[in-house]
């Protein structure tokens, strides 16, 4: 079964930029889209086709997908960015998300 | 605005058996697929099922197929997950989730999700 593979966690000062990976076969080759979860709360959908955000999401969030890997880049990091953040595709009919990175803001 | 919320959630025994509901507010539910998430305490997201706007689609995680069954009542704008022969590992916060189908598919409103706790 297909498999995406983000890393565990990912620490970034304020003002500055993170970037979260995932990794899957191909991964280049589909969609990527990237969801953010708060504490507490449901997830709430970022980034999808690769690099385009919702109406509300702040321009600080973007996103590329390339080769095996897709990221998830935030310009700026904010203290309300803290957050776990999943990567999701669709492969041979069945959704797959990444295991989930915590990004901490310190 | 889009609502999505989730009900039925409940403690249950292995072996057991659950119907969860989700009611769908603010949108024209028949036009829409819909999914079902789950995720376990601490734990990540975890795809469960989709089912497409007239029922005529449906698809199912290799973890719950042949277990669960996903459908709607689109007169009624409600979307349910069937869950039979319940496991420990079944154990989740199971949320509703609207997607949108286009050039790529994504999912654009979660509920609040319904706790399914499976144990003895």
């Known amino acids: 079964s297909y498999e995406l593979t983000q890393p565990p966690s990912v620490s970034v000062s304020p003002g500055q930029t993170a970037s979260i990976t995932c990794s899957g076969d191909?991964?280049?080759?589909?969609?990527a889209c990237w969801y953010q979860q708060k504490p507490g709360q449901s997830p709430v959908l970022v980034i999808y086709?690769?690099?385009k955000r919702p109406s509300g999401i702040p321009e600080r969030f973007s996103g590329s997908n390339s080769g095996n890997t897709a990221t998830l880049t935030i310009s700026g990091t904010q203290p309300m960015d803290e957050a776990d953040y999943y990567c999701?595709?669709?492969?041979?009919?069945?959704?797959?998300f990444g295991g989930g990175t915590k990004l901490t803001v310190l | 605005e889009v609502q999505l919320v989730e009900s039925g959630g409940d403690l249950v025994q292995p072996g057991g058996s659950l119907r969860l509901s989700c009611a769908a507010s603010?949108?024209?539910?028949?036009?829409?697929?819909m999914n079902w998430v789950r995720q376990a305490p601490g734990k990540g997201l975890e795809w469960v099922s989709y089912?497409?706007?007239?029922?005529?689609?449906?698809y199912y995680a290799d973890s719950v197929k042949g277990r669960f069954t996903i459908s709607r009542d689109n007169a009624k704008n409600s979307l349910y997950l069937q869950m039979n022969s319940l496991r420990h590992e079944d154990t989740a916060l199971y949320y509703c989730?609207?997607?949108?189908?286009?050039?790529?598919?994504?999912?654009?409103?979660w509920g609040q999700g319904t706790l399914v706790t499976v144990s003895s």
């Open positions: 603010g949108f024209s539910f028949s036009s829409y697929s």
């Open positions: 999701q595709a669709w492969d041979s009919s069945h959704v797959v």
């Open positions: 089912i497409s706007s007239s029922s005529s689609t449906i």
């Open positions: 086709q690769d690099n």
């Open positions: 191909k991964l280049g080759d589909k969609y």
């Open positions: 989730v609207r997607e949108i189908v286009g050039a790529t598919d994504y999912f654009d409103y």
